[in-house]
């Protein structure tokens, strides 16, 4: 089975995401440059590089929530299934 990267934004206080993106991991070096503006705006924000992690899951990788980073604007999450 493919695994999937999925990053979610939500709002202060919300409980649904604001924005919701899965990107098969097999992709994910190409699919970083189709990413939204603001999702790459937030993953910087916080120091994330999509770069990096499509380098790290280039093999197997781990599964399950990855990263939650909360301020005061917004709330991402990282997930691979």
């Known amino acids: 089975m493919m695994q999937t990267l999925k990053l979610h934004i939500y709002k202060p206080n919300k409980s649904e995401p604001e924005t919701k993106i ?29 770069g990096e992690l499509a380098t790290l899951f280039g093999k197997q990788g781990p599964k399950g929530k990855l990263i939650e980073v909360e301020n005061p604007t917004e709330r991402l999450v990282i997930i691979v299934e």
Not at 32 to 43: D, F, G, I, Y
């Open 22 to 50: 899965s990107i098969p991991l097999s992709v994910l070096s190409v699919s970083e440059k189709l990413l939204p503006k603001k999702v790459k705006e937030s993953l910087k924000n916080e120091g994330i590089d999509i």
